[in-house]
């Protein structure tokens, strides 16, 4: 199960769910993330954190060390041993958690994802956005910053992430019939969760296509790898990059002009809501349309598809950075 997996990384993920279960009551809403020590995911426990304090329940975050699905598997199963009453999570891969959520559930635990629109094994799934609108208006932006014509390249975190794949599907739907001038030149990458692989395959992109002109990135290591690329380059003038990230990290990019523009909804917020609806069926409610949250307001519940839906994108680029920053984000 820990194929690349050291032992100093199984300890170090042992350690972590072990203080996790330590400070776990009885009302116990624990988050798997899809990566630990990353600016997006340390401000989603910021407010997994304050939503568990202010509705006086235990709330805790576990991180993998990299962006594996098998180590959010092992991270599931430990936390179905020490019997948490909700697992939420953000996954890696949607169909290597099918398993360890229906053992989940057998042992009576709630089970939600973000970021993973019809999970299966999961009773709920939690977006801050919808997926076209998301998808659509990262192209849009794109298409501006290239001038609505040239060669374009897509990143998601991972091909077994559904949710970045649904936006890229959307994106680049989108861009076809609004932005017909504009070119896909490969097939996207699974890079976006890891800054090392994006900047790589970003300096690897502009070498086999001189004529590049933009990058449309989705996973918040992805704009910030292949702006660090295209700003070594010294090609920030030529080829646009687009995408969500976390603003504090990637601020200078968006300040030099070489991030363009993105569009996220508030991280710390996701951790506040799925706390709030893991309280919800901790005491037995179930979610309903128009049912409000608070920080996310009035949501969409679709039962057929067991999706909670809100709408909350806030634009990352010039005008935005400072106050974005300045909250923490």
Not at 313 to 326: A, G, H, Y
Request: net charge positive; aromatic share 6%.
């Amino acid at each position: 199960m820990f194929h690349g997996f050291s032992r100093f990384s199984r300890a170090l993920l042992a350690c972590t769910l072990a203080a996790l279960a330590g400070a776990a009551g009885a009302e116990d809403v624990s988050v798997v993330a899809k990566v630990g020590g990353i600016p997006w995911f340390n401000a989603m426990e910021t407010g997994i954190r304050k939503a568990g304090r202010e509705l006086g329940i235990s709330s805790g975050m576990v991180g993998p060390t990299e962006a594996d699905a098998a180590q959010q598997v092992r991270a599931v199963e430990d936390l179905i041993a020490r019997r948490s009453k909700v697992i939420a999570v953000v996954p890696n891969d949607a169909r290597a958690l099918e398993p360890v959520f229906r053992r989940a559930r057998s042992a009576g635990i709630k089970v939600l994802t973000h970021e993973s629109p019809d999970q299966k094994g999961a009773d709920w799934n939690i977006e801050l956005s919808s997926v076209a609108g998301f998808g659509e208006r990262h192209m849009d932006s794109l298409g501006k910053a290239m001038g609505g014509e040239g060669k374009y390249v897509v990143f998601v975190g991972s091909l077994t992430v559904p949710l970045h794949n649904a936006w890229a599907d959307a994106a680049i739907a989108h861009q076809k019939k609004q932005w017909p001038k504009m070119q896909l030149v490969s097939e996207r990458f699974g890079v976006a969760e890891s800054l090392d692989d994006s900047y790589r395959s970003a300096q690897d992109l502009m070498r086999a296509h001189p004529d590049l002109k933009g990058f449309l990135a989705f996973g918040s290591q992805g704009p910030i790898g292949a702006g660090r690329a295209v700003a070594d380059a010294r090609k920030a003038d030529r080829i646009a990059v687009v995408g969500s990230f976390s603003p504090g990290q990637g601020a200078k990019l968006v300040r030099d002009g070489v991030i363009r523009e993105g569009f996220i909804w508030n991280p710390a917020l996701a951790g506040e809501v799925i706390v709030h609806v893991g309280k919800m069926l901790i005491d037995g409610r179930e979610p309903t349309d128009g049912m409000e949250i608070p920080g996310l307001g009035t949501v969409q519940v679709d039962r057929e598809r067991r999706n909670i839906q809100g709408q909350k994108l806030e634009p990352i680029n010039r005008q935005t950075i400072d106050r974005l920053v300045s909250l923490g984000l």
